[in-house]
Structure formats: C-alpha cells, structure tokens
C-alpha cells in the first residue's frame, strides 16, 4: 500500500481500495496496554489509510483489533509501510498506510 500520486492520477496500489471513514483501533506491539484509535481513510485486501493526529514511523507493527461503531473484532497484524504529514482538507494531520500481514 502505498501513497496515491494525485498529480499524475495514476495510483500504484495493487488491489481495489474501498473509501471507508470509521473508527478503528489498534494495538502498537511496541505499546500492547494501550490501545489507539484512528479514523480510516480507505481499505482494500492487502490494507488500510489511516488519518492520525501524531505521526507514525514507518516499520511500526501492530495489531488491527477493531472496527467501530459495530465493535467487530479482527486481530489482524499490520505494518505501517509509508506515513506523511496531511495536506489537502487535513493539513494538520498526519495519514499513514498500513499493510495486512
């Protein structure tokens, strides 16, 4: 997963993405006792965009546990493989892709 490139339209995903704007909640393995939530941008097989108000360092792994509002559980091991300052109609934010592994 990786950062669209608006600039030339062209996107270098390798999979159909779904826009998708929930809260989820992820356990940092760095940091298990506290879980963190965040809102999704868009989702697609191989991952998930997510918006953050701190910035995430590419190569931090964790685990996707849930999606609200429904509370369904996923347990499914992530790695955040690009992040970036936000821009656009978010520029004091920070956006990050995180791969399903």
Do not use: C
């Not at 779904?18 to 989820?24: H, L, R, Y």
């Not at 685990?63 to 091991?77: F, M, Q």
Request: net charge negative; no cysteine; charged share 30%.
């Amino acid at each position: 997963m990786e950062p669209d490139d608006q600039s030339t339209g062209s996107d270098r995903r390798e999979t159909d993405r779904e826009s998708i704007s929930v809260e989820v909640v992820l356990e940092w393995h760095f940091n298990p006792e506290q879980p963190v939530r965040y809102r999704s941008v868009d989702l697609s097989d191989t991952g998930i965009r997510i918006r953050s108000s701190t910035p995430l360092l590419e190569g931090m792994t964790g685990t996707l546990k849930t999606i609200l509002p429904e509370g369904r559980h996923l347990d499914r091991p992530v790695m955040v493989v690009w992040a970036r300052a936000g821009s656009g109609d978010r520029p004091m934010g920070f956006e990050a892709g995180l791969r399903f592994f």
